[in-house]
């Protein structure tokens, strides 16, 4: 009896070694990541402040959106007065490559993760943590890891946004109100580049700037802001969708 329960006891300090081991691996891992992100997030303070949200507002939406994009996104329709469908259908537009990202994930995951530690894993996955959790070697990823990896981008998330907010306390309000070209300048900066790589970035954003253009030129229906970036976003990406259908590579 004494040999079983001493074995049962080894066998679960190894369990919560191997843990412990995975979570701090998976924080290590994270590093490189919470350090770019800490910039950016600073910047994302500074941009709601400007736009006059209120600190509280801008803390929540890193805490419980933690979507970068969306958040610059939805701070841009705060400031211009959108509604809450318009926000809202606007950034799950956004995020739903999450949902491919969140099941390319959860099939590589450890078998005895339960739903709720899926729920909890998806949460915290972004496009980075997804990068660095796909390209590990091991065939099945402990949820211990990459737990410890998107809490350090959760952390660095949330501490550059408090930054931000803190910093723009002691800036001049023409500082302050010139911060709202940082989230133009973000989407340029990113989609430049693709738009030089690929024929298809090029057409559907040249597309979705024509649509909007014409809304807005047009005043079509009287349609807020908001709504025109959505149908915009919807009707370049579907006409995408149909010029550039992908053929299978199948031989």
């Known amino acids: 009896m004494n040999s079983v329960k001493s074995h049962c006891q080894e066998t679960y300090l190894m369990q919560n070694t191997q843990k412990r081991t995975a979570f701090r691996a998976g924080l290590r891992t994270g590093l490189p990541i919470a350090i770019g992100y800490i910039p950016i997030a600073i910047a994302f303070g500074l941009l709601a402040k400007a736009a006059g949200i209120p600190n509280y507002v801008g803390m929540l939406m890193s805490f419980v959106i933690f979507a970068g994009a969306s958040q610059f996104v939805g701070v841009n329709l705060l400031a211009l007065g959108a509604g809450f469908s318009e926000i809202v259908l606007t950034t799950f537009i956004l995020n739903l490559r999450h949902f ?75 500082l302050k109100l010139s911060m709202g070209i940082a989230l133009y300048v973000m989407f340029i ?31 079509f229906a009287n349609l807020s802001t908001g709504w025109m970036i959505i149908i915009a976003t919807v009707a370049s990406a579907l006409i995408g969708a149909i010029l550039f259908e992908r053929e299978d590579c199948t031989e």
């Open 100 to 174: 491919l990202m969140s099941a390319s994930i959860a099939q590589r995951i450890e078998t005895t993760a339960t739903k709720k530690w899926l729920a909890l894993l998806s949460f915290g996955l972004t496009d980075e943590t997804f990068a660095v959790a796909a390209l590990q070697n091991e065939p099945h990823l402990s949820r211990y890891f990459v737990l410890g990896l998107n809490l350090m981008a959760f952390s660095a998330w949330n501490f550059g946004t408090w930054i931000g907010l803190f910093l723009a306390a002691g800036l001049p309000e023409s």
């Open 189 to 219: 900066a990113l989609l430049i580049p693709s738009m030089k790589k690929s024929q298809p970035v090029l057409v559907v954003s040249l597309l979705a700037m024509g649509i909007h253009t014409v809304l807005h030129w047009a005043n």
